[in-house]
């Protein structure tokens, strides 16, 4: 629920109900019969509320891979910023991306990232911060984590990555 005051006479505000749909509502003082009263009008804004919610995930969210873009990153790493949150940043650059490109199609480059962020999601909390910058750079920002323990998970991505990575090259190869 979100609210706006517009005056002293005149409130708008939203909610969600149980089904989830929206409703803007307008609230306004006035008089009726030579007494204080107030109108509220409803007006649902589902559809408004469903475009918008689209319009963001294309905005903020890879459509390869699903997770968040450059601009979400940015919009994400500015709020940590102002917090007092302890962060890491790991930045991720898959050079060997052109190479697969090259030798095997952008198909499979297309599942060499995809498999890469699914090996990064598997080891990373729901609070930490994954994005592709673009094309094969990641950002991951791991909030809250000793420096020690965010070494340890970049290894282990590292290491299931490659592992996994040589066997399905191995597979495709033969």
Not at 113 to 135: E, S, Y
């Amino acid at each position: 629920t979100t609210s706006n005051r517009i005056g002293s006479y005149e409130c708008i505000w939203e909610t969600e109900d149980s089904c989830h749909h929206f409703y803007r509502i307008t609230t306004m003082r006035m008089e009726w019969q030579g007494e204080p009263a107030y109108a509220h009008i409803l007006l649902d804004v589902t559809e408004e509320k469903l475009k918008q919610g689209k319009l963001e995930q294309e905005a903020y969210f890879d459509r390869l891979t699903s997770i968040g873009n450059r601009y979400y990153f940015h919009k994400k790493m500015n709020e940590l910023l102002e917090t007092n949150t302890q962060l890491v940043f790991c930045y991720c650059d898959l050079d060997p991306l052109k190479h697969v490109n090259d030798t095997y199609g952008h198909a499979e480059g297309d599942w060499y990232l995809c498999h890469f962020v699914k090996t990064v999601k598997k080891q990373i909390r729901d609070q930490d911060l994954f994005a592709r910058l673009g094309g094969d750079e990641f950002c991951l920002i791991l909030k809250n984590c000793p420096l020690e323990t965010a070494r340890k998970k970049i290894y282990q991505i590292q290491t299931l990555f490659s592992e996994e990575s040589t066997q399905a090259d191995e597979l495709i190869t033969n």
